[in-house]
């Protein structure tokens, strides 16, 4: 063996003994403080930086190694800050210049534009939009006819919207999806009735909090409009709020409601 | 002209002999590869704090065996540098063989962990007592399943390099490559160090 070896071994029994000692606190500690944060933190982290640092300079033996070892790892070491600096940012932002990350709160990431949607269809489609539902919902009995062209509409855009991962509408296929979330299904007679619905304490935050405030509303097209525009500011008492607001223009909104509204039996 | 195999005990310029400097080089990529994926986990977890109820299903006892199993592995293979550096090579073979069985036991645990955690999502399991829903916030269990499982691969590719050296120490030979494993799998036992209260403590 040409290697000579520039070191003498230290008492690695030891070390293992401090180190085992350290995981035991850093296990305690958030166990018997779970309320703690600043316990926990620092228990769980600070701890873990400690060990690391003895295992590295312990029995990776950086502490007899050439600084140039040293030198190669906080380069790593800072590059890696660099890299958290400067994304964390935009990541941690929940809306920025023309974007909103507004399902955020599902765990996914769909950016949407803020746009002013309520004006663009109505002037490319103006031959499929009634002109009495054009600009109020409270036409209730003028509609009560379903348009079949409407509905028809409504349920690909049921599809294609995804809105059937968690709503039910056959009484036979569920939603597997909606049973975590016990999102409410579209089946028996729903349209018409009441239901008790939880407040969002920010009824324009995408995130739901609740306000502790359960009020009565009546499924109809006005509150159905509402929840697919903004489906966390009323949830139905007893469901995850976990529906995330895909953008939709009001022709479809109304096309959608006319589609859920001839499901109700 | 003939091949001539690198000497991994010659001195470069740094000092240091080839292949442990090679060995830090690997490290220093590894580094960058765990360390960016806990950056990005970090960034997201900071920005969703919802995400500690599905940490809540992550096992920590078993995460915490598990982080015992690797400290006690590091041991062994330090041990196994110090055996061979003193001449005692039986020793330090059966030092390779205990670390080697500690990784077993780490990857035992593991499964058992994977196994329990993925028919929990599959069934949609409920927390007993916040009622919250195993599953809903999905990208938590994608950098879960990412980071432990790229570690896991580690710690197999780790136990095969240690049993390859081991053979070599055996007959006396690359006796030096002890202690460029020994490295390679303290680093497997750091990074552990970090997922573990980053996945199984911070609720």
Known sequence: MSEEHEHAHPDYWKIYKWLVLLFVISYLGPELFPEQKSIVLLTAFGIAVVKA???????????????????LMLTCLILLFVFFAGVAPDVLNKSGNNWVADSATAGTYVIKKKEPEETKPEETKPEETKPKTADSNSTEPAVDKPDPKLVAQGKALFQ??????????????????????????????????E????????????????????????????????????PNAKVVKGAIAGMAPLPTTLEERKALAAYVKSLSK | MAFVPPDATARNATGIPTGRLGMWWVVAS?????????????IHRLGNPEWGDEAAFTIVNAGALNTFVLLTSSYWIVRAHKHVNEGELDKA??????????????????????????????VNYAHPETGHIIGTYPVFWAFYFTATGLHALHVIGGAAAIYIVSRGVKKGENLQRVEYAGIYWHFVDVVWVFLFPLFYIAK
């Open chain 1, 53 to 71: 640092l003895m295992v590295v300079s312990e029995f990776m033996h950086l502490n007899v190694e050439k600084p140039v070892i040293w030198y």
């Open chain 1, 160 to 193: 294609t919207k995804i809105c059937f991962t968690c709503h039910q509408t056959d009484p036979a296929v569920p939603a597997p999806a909606g049973l975590a979330l016990k999102a409410p299904a579209f089946t028996g007679s729903f349209w018409g009735k």
């Open chain 1, 195 to 230: 239901r008790e619905v939880q407040i969002n304490s920010d009824p324009d935050s995408p995130v739901f909090k609740d306000s502790g405030k359960v009020e009565s509303v009546k499924m109809d097209e006005a509150y159905f409009m509402e929840s697919v525009e903004k």
């Open chain 2, 93 to 122: 073979v059966r030092d390779m063989y205990l670390t080697i069985a500690c990784a077993g036991v780490f990857l035992l645990v593991k499964t058992y962990e994977y196994g329990t955690e993925i028919h929990e999502l599959m």
């Open chain 2, 30 to 42: 590894e580094v960058v590869i765990f360390g960016g994926l806990i950056m990005c986990y970090l």
